[in-house]
């Protein structure tokens, strides 16, 4: 019994000082971490929005972002959008310019099947959004100018969709 005891005792301490040393190590790095993240997105959003040198949070609509030129006129929205493809959610940052033409498209994180599904966030594939309008934002099988990419129809279908629909909710609040 006293051996039993023992084992816990030893078993908590190392529980207690692993748990602490995660809590330690998390508290320190969060902020760096959340830091890069942002760099990174307002990366992304320069390299969806070329036009833009700043970046304002949209006040009347979610996840959207303004992008203003060094004059201070509006050159276009930046949009953070989820898709669900296949095997994760897909996470996309993409740019429209002020009359709704597509001007860039990132995927910004992705767990799709590697080789396969993973295919969606190359520039093979994303380049095809460039210059084209929601009504062309389709796949070709379906009537539009996007062509999937091979054997990732599922998730090519969702990135093209999730662009597709966020474009047009935002048209509807606008025009």
């Given at each position: ?6 084992l816990g005792?030893?078993l ?7 748990g602490i040393s ?8 969060a ?5 890069e993240?942002?760099r ?7 390299d ?11 006040k009347?609509h ?10 201070g ?8 959008t989820l898709?669900?493809?296949?095997s ?9 310019d002020n ?11 992705q767990?799709?099947?590697p080789g ?11 380049k ?12 070709k099988k ?17 990135v093209?969709?999730a662009?597709?629909?966020r474009?047009y909710e ?6």
């Amino acid at each position: 019994m006293k051996d039993i005891a023992k084992l816990g005792m030893y078993l908590l301490i190392v529980c207690s000082v692993s748990g602490i040393s995660l809590a330690v190590t998390n508290h320190f790095t969060a902020p760096r971490i959340a830091s890069e993240m942002e760099r990174r997105k307002n990366e992304a959003m320069s390299d969806v929005l070329p036009a833009a040198s700043k970046f304002v949070k949209s006040k009347t609509h979610e996840k959207v972002f303004e992008g203003f030129n060094y004059a201070g006129a509006r050159v276009g929205y930046v949009f953070e959008t989820l898709a669900s493809g296949y095997s994760s959610d897909i996470e996309i940052l993409f740019a429209i310019d002020n009359e709704y033409i597509v001007t860039g498209v990132k995927v910004l994180s992705q767990s799709e099947t590697p080789g396969l599904g993973s295919k969606v966030s190359g520039d093979e594939f994303l380049k095809q959004f460039k210059g084209k309008s929601r009504e062309k934002i389709m796949l070709k099988k379906a009537g539009g100018d996007i062509d999937a990419v091979t054997s990732a129809t599922i998730s090519s279908k969702a990135v093209t969709e999730a662009v597709r629909s966020r474009i047009y909710e935002f048209q509807k609040d606008t025009k």
